[in-house]
């Protein structure tokens, strides 16, 4: 799992689009009865509650499903939007309410299981979604709360990759929300074929990755 210096490198003393860039290329490993899934991260929005009208602690709300938000960085916050349930990591000290989303992965470990969790869609259908990434991993809403350094669900920071380019665009589903709505807070491996709403021919040949 991830050494815990390299954690505290990672959250809690950067800033949360600062997280959202180093997510990227970060291994995320899922430990489940039926074995060992994961891959890259290679997809990710920022959320800056409490002034970001499009996150849930926006205002400094606090209801049960947002609690997470205010526990301390790498608390696991999970929520259900559209039958689909949404995998994000809390970033800053305990209190402040901001964290990343991650919305795809490039699979690598348990690739035929995480198929198997999608109904046998193959290539970047498996996890090119938030919805579609926890639904490949298995992740179940029994993990909210919990740790992403020492839970089942954990980064494993010796095997991260480093992308050739990121490109920073504004959030996906972010309609009527202001200024907020076009804000650069999504980061990508470019050239990637998993991340959201990728073009074929914007595919690299090494899909993004320093070698």
Not at 60 to 81: F, S
Not at 105 to 132: C, F, L, W, Y
Not at 170 to 182: C, Q
């Amino acid at each position: 799992m991830m050494d815990n210096r390299n954690l505290d490198e990672l959250l809690g003393s950067k800033s949360t689009p600062e997280v959202a860039r180093d997510l990227l290329g970060m291994y995320l490993e899922y430990s489940t009865p039926e074995g060992i899934v994961g891959g890259y991260i290679v997809d990710t929005e920022a959320y800056l509650g409490p002034d970001d009208e499009a996150a849930h602690s926006f205002g400094m709300r606090r209801t049960p499903r947002v609690a997470a938000m205010y526990e301390k960085p790498g608390t696991i916050y999970l929520y259900t939007m559209h039958t689909h349930r949404i995998l994000n990591i809390i970033t800053q000290p305990e209190g402040i309410p901001q964290g990343v989303m991650i919305r795809a992965i490039e699979p690598v470990t348990g690739i035929e299981q995480m198929s198997a969790n999608r109904g046998g869609k193959i290539g970047p259908d498996i996890s090119n979604g938030p919805g579609k990434l926890v639904a490949a991993l298995g992740i179940p809403q029994e993990l909210y709360g919990k740790s992403i350094i020492d839970s089942p669900l954990h980064l494993v920071y010796e095997k991260k990759r480093e992308p050739k380019k990121i490109s920073a665009l504004p959030r996906i589903g972010i309609p009527n929300k202001g200024e907020w709505t076009a804000m650069p807070l999504r980061f990508v491996v470019s050239g990637n074929p998993y991340i959201s709403l990728q073009k074929k021919n914007q595919i690299d040949e090494d899909w993004g990755w320093r070698k």
